[in-house]
C-alpha cells in the first residue's frame, strides 16, 4: 500500500515536472514577427516582466521537481519538501496569475485605460502563450493536490517517528 | 507556552484581517474622474477584472480570516484550517500577482504592445492602488507565516491524538 502511495506521488511529479518544465520552454520560444502599417514589429515573451516572471518561476519549480524525484525515500530531508512545497506552490500560482493578467490585457484589451489588444495582429504569439499558460496551469494544480496530500499524510510518519 | 502561542497566533490572524480587509476596501474605494482632451475619464477599478478580483479574494479571506477567530480552541474544525490556510493564501497570493501584474502596466506602460502608462493621468487612482497592493501584500505575508507555522506545529497536536 505504501508502496503504491509512493508510485502515485512519484507519478505526479513527474506529471507537474513536464508541466511545468513545457510552460517554461512554450513561453521562452514564444516569438512573433509582424509588420504593421509598413513598421516591422516583433512579440516575444521578454517584453513583458510578467511573462519572464513566468518563465523564470517555471524553471526554478522545474529544477526543484528534478531535485526531489531524486531524493532517496528514508531521506529526512524528506521533512523540508512540505514547506518547500508550500513556497513553490505560490511562487507559481503567483507568476500564472500575473502571466494571465497580462495575456487577458492582451487579447481582450482594456477600453478605460486605452490599450488595445494585441492578439489580432500576433495570433501565432497569442496561441503559444495560451499554450504556455495551459501548461503552468496543470503544474500548478498537480502542486496543489500533491501539497494537501503532503498536509494530510506525508506529516504522520515524520511525527510518528518523533514520538 | 501553549496559552502565548495561541495569543500570537491570534494576533497574526487579526493582522492579516486587518490587512486584507483594507487592502479590500481601500481598492473598492479607488476612483478618480479626470479630463483627458476635454474628455471626462473615470478611472474605476471595476475597469479592470484584474483588479476586482483582488477586491473579490480580498473579502472572501476576510470573512475567512472573520470566522476563524470565533473558532474554539478545542474544535475539531482547526484539523481543516491548515488545508483551507493552504487554499485562502493560493488565493491571496494569485489576487495581488495579477493586480500587480496590471499595476505595473499601468505605471510603466508597455512600449511594445503600444500600451500607453496611465498613471501621470491619474494619479490618485494609482496611489489608492498602490496603498491596496502593499496591504494586501503584508496580508499574504502573514497569511504565509501562519501556514508554515501550522504546518510546522500545528499538526503535532492533531497526529498526536490520532497516535
Chains 1, 2 share one sequence.
Not at 513556497?87 to 507559481?92: A, D, E, G, I, K
Not at 487579447?107 to 489580432?120: D, E, F, M, R, V
Request: hydrophobic share 55%; glycine share 6%.
Amino acid at each position: 500500500m505504501a508502496k503504491i502511495k509512493r508510485l502515485c506521488t512519484l507519478l505526479l511529479r513527474l506529471m507537474a515536472l513536464a508541466a511545468t518544465l513545457s510552460a517554461a520552454i512554450v513561453m521562452a520560444t514564444s516569438h512573433q514577427t509582424t509588420t504593421f502599417f509598413g513598421v516591422s514589429v516583433e512579440a516575444k515573451y521578454s517584453h513583458s516582466p510578467a511573462f519572464k516572471y513566468f518563465v523564470i518561476a517555471n524553471a526554478i519549480v522545474s529544477v526543484y521537481g528534478l531535485l526531489v524525484l531524486f531524493l532517496p525515500p528514508k531521506s529526512l530531508l524528506w521533512r523540508l519538501v512540505v514547506g518547500l512545497d508550500v513556497v513553490f506552490t505560490m511562487l507559481l500560482t503567483s507568476s500564472i496569475s500575473a502571466a494571465l493578467a497580462i495575456a487577458q490585457v492582451g487579447k481582450k484589451g482594456n477600453s478605460s485605460a486605452g490599450w488595445l489588444p494585441i492578439c489580432g495582429q500576433v495570433q501565432n504569439y497569442c496561441d503559444h502563450v495560451k499554450g504556455a499558460l495551459i501548461a503552468g496551469f496543470i503544474g500548478v494544480i498537480i502542486y496543489m493536490l500533491l501539497l494537501l496530500y503532503s498536509i494530510h499524510i506525508a506529516l504522520d510518519p515524520l511525527l510518528l517517528q518523533k514520538t
